[in-house]
């Protein structure tokens, strides 16, 4: 029988949602070729265009995967796999014309939601999966049922106490494939300890979120105090500045019980660095070791390349008093007008306080911060500084740095994220690309102190954080930058929109922290409590496969589309053929019921329950007064009398 | 079973003795407001039960004798001039009555067969342009001789296929006829029936009937027995969506006479042959075409 794809409304409409849902993750190409598609087939159906032979979307798919295999050289990640799970599934659609490619089809919907929340754990996505994955199992159910929604709510209650059990039982394995988000390097977050001039306002740029904080007993009001050590930088190439020579060592195992901390979740960023809040003695991050460098900075020793929450132990004030060595005074040489700018100071045998005053004053003048400072090639330090007198933080930090270096001040570049924002909801701090930021921090009376040049230049900036900054237009930026009195947005009132939006992140945030938090270490814990974890996840493991393999049994029963009075009918015709009684197949199943009840007695009021059951469900179409189950149950028990009683 | 057709039966088979099966069948095709083909020798009692029947249903019968010389004017009616009143004046024909017995139809020229086409079809007849009314219900009852007695015309398919049913009366039996030698002249004893339905309610059964359910196992069964017509190793004549239709009717008025509202495949495997045989028969007799109902039941599954 054949088969129309857009005729089933709900599961055409489940299809389009999870292939939506990949949609934004694949090159444009491939959306438009889905969509030309799914577009063709409604053609082929509702306007009677010509169809596509399966030769040529057999052929199309060979191409298809070809293509990914030149681009990609894999299957094994992200991106090559959404676009070989889409494609395949819009040539499928193409092709959709019976039962087959009905089942195949929902199998790449499965796998299509499958796909999508391997590599994303936000709780939005959870809304359209579900009613993408009703919609899909429903088109499995046999037409011949009713009453769907109750068979569906069944089944879920069936599969419920398993995936309970697979969420706290089954063995956490760490799949490198599973997560690598494909060829970029750079990971979802972007961050890398190089100011390239340009690379922080590119980072800036992304809408993501970069991690969410949760401050456990620290009293942060303002997010101007708010500095997240990523990295640090002691190689001066003039403006942009490079990671110089440091020295990792793991974190000595103290108690650090007594002491403040903060929780941190972090996404997938595929790269080693951890962000910690300045201050930070150490950082506690399960399955993973965590590398303390001489900068007070933290690294993993693999990359992250899940999901992650990590536990930050602070100290209010952790002085780096270490004396630096003349690395710290390394600059390129300078040329032009700065070096005149850094020998007119020499000149003038400064103390060390006036050189740090000359240096804010040269800041202090008209130098505008922006996200769009334009490339800076030749002479990058001149142009920035004398000319063009437009950048971001790093450009100033960048600079800052270099002129300290040449007048004798030890300093180095720390980049990182500076500010956030709070939600008032979930009382966290979420911290998004929009707050990358890169600082100085110079050697002065015998400590390392921060020196924040940008914020001489856009005070708002570091007030307010990058978020709600670069959510203003270029010209309030302008205007506002220089003043610290914001009102253009009174704070104290939090529109409802901010309200709504807290609250979706909050739920987001306890989404993922819940599912972050319960990795492997909670579940060993749990289990250890019990008996050894291993075993218990082999047991585990073993458990589960059963009742899959029973479940998916029950359900592929249920999948031959017969319905409870068919099946009795089953039952009684093997019952039959075994007493030599079989049904010829013209013989109608009432017939041959009575037949039965005539050759067999013993039988009788079971068979007439039976057929009584069969002709209302069949051929009355209407509700039998019992049912099935009570019928099955009533004909079992006759059945196994009979096989008890010897034979005659 | 209904109360009432029990009766009809049983009332009809005390006048035309050991034919049961047939009586019901008959019953149950004017109950599906379809005609009736009766194929047997003369004198096995074919006109015996269509009077039998019309008189216990109620409904006015008449009965026309076909012949070779019969033209469609004499079944038909025509318009005859009246000079008194100077025009002309359609006089109906004897097929202006509820059930009409359409005695050896085979002997009739195949124009007078074919007259009698659109009224079997629709239920009216024109003449000179003017359609006139059949009344409702309206059933023709044909009888015709064997295949292959000299001097007939045999129907063709399309006539036969208008027939719901053809019904085979076959010789009574021995001891049956002892009785019948025995007893009082069976016409003696129909004037004393007393008919047990009215015109009206007859109307009320037809739509009644209509309403009885198929299921789609029943529809999917019938579905499948003109498929296997269909295939090429049967022998038979195929089966055309109008013969299924039939097919469904019959079966509806047969649930209907047992009291259901409701079909079962057994009401289908109950009409099939009746319904069927002269539909496969085609060229080769209805005879055969019996046989190859039975063989098509046979090799049809029922879907469970």
């Known amino acids: 029988m054949n088969k129309s794809f857009f005729s089933q409304k709900f599961f055409s409409f489940s299809m389009i949602i999870a292939m939506g ?79 087959r490619d009905h089942k195949f089809l929902v199998l790449l919907g499965f796998l299509l939601l499958g796909a999508k929340s391997l590599f994303t754990l936000d709780f939005i996505w959870i809304v359209p999966s579900t009613v993408a994955l009703i919609g899909l199992w429903s088109s499995l159910l046999p037409s011949f049922l009713k009453h769907q929604t109750s068979y569906l709510i069944k089944i879920s209650i069936y599969s419920l106490p398993m995936t309970v059990l697979l969420f706290f039982a089954f063995p956490r394995v760490v799949l490198p494939w599973a997560i690598s988000r494909g060829g970029d390097a750079q990971g979802d977050i972007g ?28 009293y942060f009001n303002k997010p101007k105090s708010f500095y997240w050590r990523g990295a640090v930088l002691t190689f001066s190439k003039g403006l942009s500045w490079r990671p110089g020579h440091s020295e990792l060592k793991t974190t000595q195992e103290t108690d650090f019980s007594k002491e403040v901390f903060y929780d ?70 300078l040329r032009g007008r700065s070096l005149k700018w850094v020998e007119n100071i020499k000149n003038k045998k400064l103390l060390e306080y006036q050189k740090i005053d000359e240096l804010k004053k040269l800041f202090s003048a008209d130098y505008t911060y922006t996200l769009k400072p334009g490339s800076y090639r030749e002479d990058e330090l001149n142009t920035f500084l004398f000319d063009r007198k437009k950048g971001f933080c790093e450009h100033f930090a960048g600079a800052y740095a270099t002129l300290a270096r040449a007048i004798g001040i030890p300093s180095r570049v720390v980049v990182g994220y500076q500010g956030g924002r709070y939600n008032p909801v979930g009382e966290f701090w979420k911290i998004s690309q929009k707050d ?31 978020e709600e900054f670069f959510s203003l237009n270029e010209e309030d930026q302008k205007y506002f930058s220089h003043s610290l009195q914001k009102s253009l947005r009174s704070q104290n009132s939090v529109e409802l929109w901010d309200k709504l939006s807290f609250w979706l992140e909050d739920l987001n945030y306890r989404w993922v922290y819940f599912l972050l938090e319960y990795d492997k270490s909670s579940q060993e814990g749990l289990w250890s409590k019990i008996f050894s974890y291993k075993v218990s996840t082999l047991i585990t493991f073993i458990l589960a496969l059963i009742l899959n393999i029973l479940l998916f049994r029950k359900f592929l029963s249920q999948r031959s589309s017969k319905n409870q009075a068919q099946m009795l009918i089953d039952k009684v015709e093997t019952f039959g053929s075994k007493m030599g009684l079989s049904r010829a197949p013209s013989e109608p199943p009432l017939a041959y019921l009575k037949r039965l009840a005539k050759e067999l007695p013993e039988l009788n009021e079971a068979l007439s329950k039976i057929e009584t059951y069969y002709d209302h469900r069949m051929y009355a179409g209407t509700a039998p ?14 059945v196994k009398k009979i096989a008890s009683k010897p034979s005659q | 079973m209904n109360k009432k057709f029990h009766h009809l039966i049983s009332e009809a088979s005390k006048i035309i ?134 001097g007939t015309f045999p129907l063709p398919e399309s006539q036969l296929d208008r027939f719901l049913m053809s019904l085979e009366l076959h010789h009574a039996s021995k001891s049956t006829e002892v009785t019948i030698f025995q007893r009082k002249d069976a016409k003696l004893s129909m004037d004393q029936i007393e ?110």
């Open chain 1, 21 to 99: 849902m990949l949609a934004f993750e694949v090159s444009f190409a491939v959306t438009f070729f889905c969509i030309a598609m799914i577009f063709w087939k409604w053609g082929t159906e509702s306007r009677s265009w010509p169809n596509l032979s399966r030769k040529v979307t057999g052929a199309l798919s060979v191409l298809l995967l070809v293509g990914i295999l030149l681009k990609y050289r894999t299957l094994m990640q992200q991106e090559p796999a959404f676009t070989f799970l889409l494609g395949l599934s819009a040539l499928k659609i193409v092709d959709y014309i019976n039962e």
């Open chain 1, 191 to 218: 961050f890398s300890d190089e100011t390239d001039p340009g690379r922080m306002s590119e980072i800036a740029s992304g809408p993501n979120i970069a991690f969410r904080v949760k401050l456990e007993n620290i």
């Open chain 1, 264 to 333: 941190v979740a972090i996404e997938a960023t595929s790269q080693n660095f951890l962000f910690a809040l300045d201050g930070t003695t150490a950082i506690d991050l399960p399955e993973n070791t965590v590398l303390t460098s001489t900068f007070l900075t933290f690294k993993t020793v693999h990359p992250l390349l899940k999901s992650a929450v990590y536990r930050g132990y602070w100290k209010n004030k952790s002085i780096d008093s270490e004396k630096p060595n003349d690395d710290f005074l390394q600059t390129p040489s």
């Open chain 1, 436 to 466: 990358a930021h890169a600082w100085v921090e110079i050697y002065t009376e015998s400590s390392w102190k921060r020196i924040d040049p940008t914020s001489w230049v856009a005070p708002l900036r570091l007030e307010i954080g990058g």
């Open chain 1, 625 to 638: 007064s019992t049912s099935g189950h009570e019928v099955l149950k009533i004909w079992k028990a006759k």
């Open chain 2, 17 to 150: 003795l050991d034919k049961n099966a047939e009586i019901r069948l008959a019953a149950t095709c004017l109950l599906a407001g379809g005609h009736l083909l009766i194929e047997d020798l003369p004198g096995v009692g074919k006109t015996t039960l269509v009077q039998v029947l019309a008189k216990l249903l109620g409904l006015k019968n008449r009965r026309i004798q076909f012949t070779i010389d019969l033209l469609p004017a004499d079944i038909i009616g025509g318009q005859i001039f009246h000079p008194q009143e100077q025009k002309f004046i359609f006089h109906p024909g004897p097929l202006f009555s509820s059930i009409v017995m359409a005695d050896e139809l085979n002997r009739a020229s195949p124009r007078t067969q074919s007259a009698l086409l659109q009224a079997m079809e629709e239920g009216e007849v024109s003449v000179d342009g003017t359609t006139w009314k059949l009344p409702r219900p309206f059933y023709l009852i044909a009888t015709q001789n064997p295949h292959k007695q000299i």
């Open chain 2, 195 to 304: 008919s047990l339905f009215s015109e009206q309610e007859i109307i009320e059964i037809l739509t009644q009937v209509e309403e009885v359910q198929i299921s789609p196992a029943v529809a999917l069964y019938i579905a499948d027995l003109l498929e296997r017509s269909r295939r090429p190793d049967f022998e038979g004549m195929q089966l055309s969506t109008r013969a299924g239709l039939a097919l469904v009717r019959a079966a509806k008025a047969w649930a209907f006479m047992e009291g259901r509202t409701y079909v079962r495949p057994e009401d289908v495997q109950e009409v099939l042959i009746p319904v069927l045989g002269h539909r496969l028969g085609g060229s080769h007799g209805i005879n055969k075409g019996r046989e190859w109902a039975l063989a098509l039941q046979k090799n049809t599954a029922v879907p469970v």
